[in-house]
Nanobody, 123 residues
Framework: QVQLVESGGGLVQTGDSLRVSCVVS????????VGWFRQASGKDREFIAA????????FYADSMKGRFTISKDNGKNTVYLQIDSLKPEDTAKYYC????????????????WGQGTQVTVSS
């Protein structure tokens, strides 16, 4: 069973940068892509970006372009999300998830989820 563990969240200030990590273990050939989502208190879980394990393809939600960068290290089975110029509105729990479908923005097309890592941005 694929397992995903996020880390790197914390309390930061407006304007800071932060990189959160997603370590994926137990991955099989069915686990084609990893996506990043976030969920603020009282809000729906929203898609940020996704990348596949093969090749360098990435996909970003329009609202996430610019300040968010997804990357990966295949050798470390790790997917990263770099967040620049953090704003209080970025405060949320950030989740990574694995998809059998591929690079997709739809949360229902992801099969396994990590526990999330909290990012809190103070103003």
């Amino acid at each position: 069973q694929v397992q995903l563990v996020e880390s790197g969240g914390g309390l930061v200030q407006t304007g800071d940068s932060l990189r959160v990590s997603c370590v994926v273990s137990g991955r099989t050939s069915r686990d084609n892509a990893v996506g990043w989502f976030r969920q603020a208190s009282g809000k729906d879980r929203e898609f940020i970006a996704a990348t596949g394990w093969i090749g360098d393809s990435t996909f970003y939600a329009d609202s996430m372009k610019g300040r968010f960068t997804i990357s990966k290290d295949n050798g470390k089975n790790t997917v990263y999300l770099q967040i620049d110029s953090l704003k209080p509105e970025d405060t949320a729990k950030y989740y990574c998830a694995s998809s059998h479908i591929g690079i997709t923005p739809y949360k229902y097309e992801y099969d396994s989820w990590g526990q999330g890592t909290q990012v809190t941005v103070s103003s």
